[in-house]
């Protein structure tokens, strides 16, 4: 099953640093959103649609239409503030 | 699963690392790479001890290990395909820093300066936009995440898309649909 990331303020947040979550196939970003807006509370308030954030699979930026292996490793984080 | 990471040019450096740096090194290891160099410029940023009206007596960088690599060298390579540069360095700090401190350097090297100065100034919006690293400071009223500025989402815009990786990465969000 795709390993989660989680970074900065959104790790603090969830309380998590990373997690196995299994998805039923075929998965998309898209799909995962909503499997963890499905838990409620700060992830529903996060991950909600037009808040900032972004998604990077394979450490690549993902849009909401990317697809989800199970062997893929699935990132989440605030926009970066680095530099 | 994650791709291998991709090789910076050879004569190009990228390290993230939690030590200080020595400006004056880098600069000489550039130096001596090519007598065909007649420009070196370079960007160094450094830890104000104050953020949006407030002081700020530390912070802590948080990154990506493996992205953030990846995103630099991918941002130079990027560079590279725009201008004629001979070498690049950029070095980044993680860890906790203290007001003073640099937190990044960029060099880069060309023949004339005109290239020198774009590149380097393309590799600090770029990088400012779309590596991941994250700030969080410390102030007298407590702990906070900075958060990102639109100024810098502008600065990184002016420089036109200049490849699927600066349009990817740009949307804040990822609501299905309209947006």
């Not at chain 1, 308030?45 to 990077?56: D, K, N, Q, S, T």
């Not at chain 1, 699935?74 to 680095?82: E, M, N």
């Not at chain 2, 070095?91 to 380097?120: K, T, Y």
């Amino acid at each position: 099953m795709p390993t989660l990331l989680y970074f900065a303020r959104l790790r603090e947040t969830f309380g998590v640093e990373h997690e196995a979550l299994p998805l039923p196939s075929p998965a998309t970003v898209a799909s995962l959103l909503d499997a963890l807006r499905a838990r409620g509370g700060a992830w529903a308030a996060e991950l909600a649609p037009g808040r900032a954030f972004r998604v990077a699979v394979n450490q690549r930026i993902a849009s909401a239409d990317t697809p989800i292996a199970a062997t893929d490793e699935v990132a989440i984080f605030p926009p970066v503030t680095g530099g | 699963m994650v791709e291998a990471i991709q090789s910076p040019h050879p004569a190009d450096r990228v390290r993230v690392q939690v030590e200080a740096f020595d400006i004056g090194a880098e600069h000489a290891r550039i130096a001596a790479l090519d007598q065909g160099i007649g420009a070196i410029t370079s960007f160094t940023g450094l830890m104000r001890d104050h953020n949006s009206g407030d002081a700020v007596n530390a912070m802590t960088l948080e990154h990506y290990p493996g992205m953030t690599e990846s995103a630099l060298v991918e941002i130079v390579t990027l560079a590279r395909s725009r201008w004629a540069l001979q070498a690049v360095t950029v070095v980044h700090r993680v860890g906790r820093l203290l007001p003073g401190d640099a937190i990044v350097l960029v060099l880069a090297a060309s023949a004339h300066r005109g290239e020198a100065f774009s590149a380097c100034e393309f590799i600090m919006d770029y990088l400012k936009t779309q590596a991941p690293f994250w700030k969080k400071e410390e102030t007298p009223a407590g702990n906070r995440w900075v958060e990102a500025r639109s100024s810098d989402d502008d600065a990184a815009a002016r420089w036109g898309s200049a490849g699927t990786f600066a349009r990817d990465a740009r949307h804040d969000g990822l609501s299905e649909g309209a947006d």
